[in-house]
């Protein structure tokens, strides 16, 4: 069974399916009755802000074979932000600005769209897809 390949149609299906119980999860988190206000809101920059240096050193790319600066750079700064953004929402439940479960929705939402965007970048890395443009 492993030559059996998922059709690329059905992974952009997943991931968008993914991406859409995250971004639940978070809006979950900002509005249900007692979990503060729409702090934690504030990690959505974090993960549009976290495949941007991702994206800019795909562009600048040195085929030498050898290490890469700026990508070893922007993997560096990516897991900064993913790093933030799973710190900003424990500190504000630890400052007691939201709740405990707000706190545990966030961190969720974390996982899955970090692994969408994983996802993603696996699923479009590949050089025979048709998709490849972007």
């Not at 890469?68 to 897991?79: D, K, L």
Request: hydrophobic share 55%.
């Amino acid at each position: 069974m492993a030559g059996i390949k998922v059709p690329r149609t059905c992974r952009l299906l997943t991931l968008a399916f993914a991406g859409s119980i995250g971004m639940t999860l978070v809006i979950l988190a900002c509005a249900l009755p007692d979990y503060g206000l729409w702090w934690p809101f504030f990690v959505v920059l974090f993960y549009v802000l976290a495949p941007v240096p991702t994206l800019i050193a795909r562009r600048y790319n040195d085929h030498s074979g050898g290490s890469n600066a700026c990508m070893e750079t922007s993997i560096f700064v990516t897991m900064g932000l993913l790093v933030s953004s799973f710190g900003l929402p424990i500190v504000l439940a630890r400052v007691g600005t939201i709740a405990l479960g707000a706190c545990y929705l966030t961190v969720a939402a974390n996982i899955v769209v970090f692994a969408t965007l994983l996802g993603f970048f696996l699923t479009f890395d590949q050089e025979d897809s048709d998709y490849n443009m972007w």
